[in-house]
């Protein structure tokens, strides 16, 4: 997992990939293609299930998410990466490690994965 997420930043940093707003209105949020890729996973594995449980999952994700910015000092560093730039969400039972780029003030989604206990 760490050598796709690593892969995820460096296509940033280095300007090789697109990335996509994760809330169109929000440009500073981006989200990586293994995040999307990997949220597409996580709430088509809820829907079969129910239905509603996507539904709450990802409402919820995008408040914490939307949100994130205003409590950036609350995450703990990445237990992914050795940077201070690299932080985790844990919500859920998730993992969310993002990066923050300071000087363009933009917040990278890096991947979405189930915490392992």
Not at 52 to 80: C, E, R, W
Request: contains cysteine.
């Amino acid at each position: 997992m760490k050598i796709k997420l690593q892969q995820e930043l460096e296509g940033y940093i280095c300007s090789k990939a697109k990335f996509t707003p994760y809330y169109e209105p929000m440009k500073h949020i981006l989200s990586s293609t293994l995040f999307d890729e990997q949220l597409q996973e996580i709430l088509s594995s809820f829907e079969k299930e129910e239905r509603n449980s996507a539904k709450s999952f990802k409402l919820y994700l995008d408040t914490v998410i939307v949100n994130m910015q205003s409590k950036i000092t609350k995450y703990k560093p990445s237990l992914y990466f050795e940077s201070d730039k690299i932080k985790d969400i844990e919500n859920q039972g998730f993992v969310i490690p993002f990066y923050t780029d300071e000087e363009a003030e933009i917040y990278l989604l890096l991947g979405i994965f189930k915490k392992e206990y």
